[in-house]
């Protein structure tokens, strides 16, 4: 299926649809139900959660669709510098997330912490969502293969947090290795920052 699945790079316009297409894959994840309990706020809020990745993405990196538009890589290049802190959220999104304010907050503060220290290069795969009901087809995939093939031509390192133990071990095969401590949230699940040196051809 990878191989044969088209690959395109989405452009400004698509980033409301993509941002929703992001919040629909994670919903049900185990770190979007620590960030927000609440099932009906969580889904209200993500969609635009999720477009301040999407357009991150799209100005400082790319981000590869299927044709299908039913799953999204989002890469972030980064230049080997200081990457700038993550916001803290505008008053009136902490004013709607109420008590889960904090934790939304803590989440984006903890993969920034993990980050690799600045000095070399590399692309992170910020974001990598299927939609629900076409999960388990190869689409991710087929977005995965596609960009570490462009990595390894150009000599250049990966970088991501995998959501769950699972896909750890699914990055594993893809020559990813874990790059420092787990994250782990308070009281929640544990995340996995994960490093790829690019394979020379």
């Given at each position: 299926?990878?191989?044969?699945?088209?690959?395109?790079?989405?452009?400004?316009?698509?980033?409301?649809?993509?941002?929703?297409?992001?919040?629909?894959?994670?919903?049900?994840?185990?770190?979007?139900?620590?960030?927000?309990?609440?099932?009906?706020?969580?889904?209200?809020?993500?969609?635009?959660?999720?477009?301040?990745?999407?357009?991150?993405?799209?100005?400082?990196?790319?981000?590869?669709?299927?044709?299908?538009?039913?799953?999204?890589?989002?890469?972030?290049?980064?230049?080997?510098?200081?990457?700038?802190?993550?916001?803290?959220?505008?008053?009136?999104?902490?004013?709607?997330?109420?008590?889960?304010?904090?934790?939304?907050?803590?989440?984006?503060?903890?993969?920034?912490?993990?980050?690799?220290?600045?000095?070399?290069?590399?692309?992170?795969?910020?974001?990598?969502?299927?939609?629900?009901g076409r999960q388990g087809k190869g689409l991710g995939t087929a977005l995965l293969e596609h960009r570490l093939a462009h990595l390894d031509r150009e000599g250049i390192p990966a970088y991501l947090e995998a959501s769950e133990a699972n896909t750890r071990r699914i990055y594993l095969n893809y020559g990813f290795v874990d790059h420092g401590e787990p994250i782990r949230f308070p009281d929640g699940p544990t995340m996995y920052?994960?490093?790829?040196?690019?394979?020379?051809?």
């Amino acid at each position: 299926m990878s191989s044969d699945t088209p690959i395109l790079t989405a452009g400004p316009d698509e980033a409301p649809f993509l941002a929703g297409l992001v919040a629909a894959a994670f919903h049900h994840l185990d770190a979007a139900r620590w960030q927000i309990g609440d099932e009906e706020l969580r889904r209200a809020v993500f969609p635009g959660y999720f477009q301040a990745y999407v357009a991150q993405a799209i100005e400082h990196g790319l981000v590869e669709i299927t044709e299908d538009r039913s799953a999204a890589a989002l890469w972030v290049v980064e230049d080997g510098g200081e990457q700038p802190a993550p916001p803290e959220p505008e008053p009136h999104v902490a004013a709607m997330l109420g008590p889960w304010a904090e934790r939304v907050a803590m989440f984006d503060r903890l993969l920034y912490e993990s980050l690799p220290t600045p000095g070399r290069p590399f692309e992170h795969l910020a974001i990598l969502a299927v939609l629900p009901g076409r999960q388990g087809k190869g689409l991710g995939t087929a977005l995965l293969e596609h960009r570490l093939a462009h990595l390894d031509r150009e000599g250049i390192p990966a970088y991501l947090e995998a959501s769950e133990a699972n896909t750890r071990r699914i990055y594993l095969n893809y020559g990813f290795v874990d790059h420092g401590e787990p994250i782990r949230f308070p009281d929640g699940p544990t995340m996995y920052p994960m490093w790829r040196e690019p394979v020379a051809l």
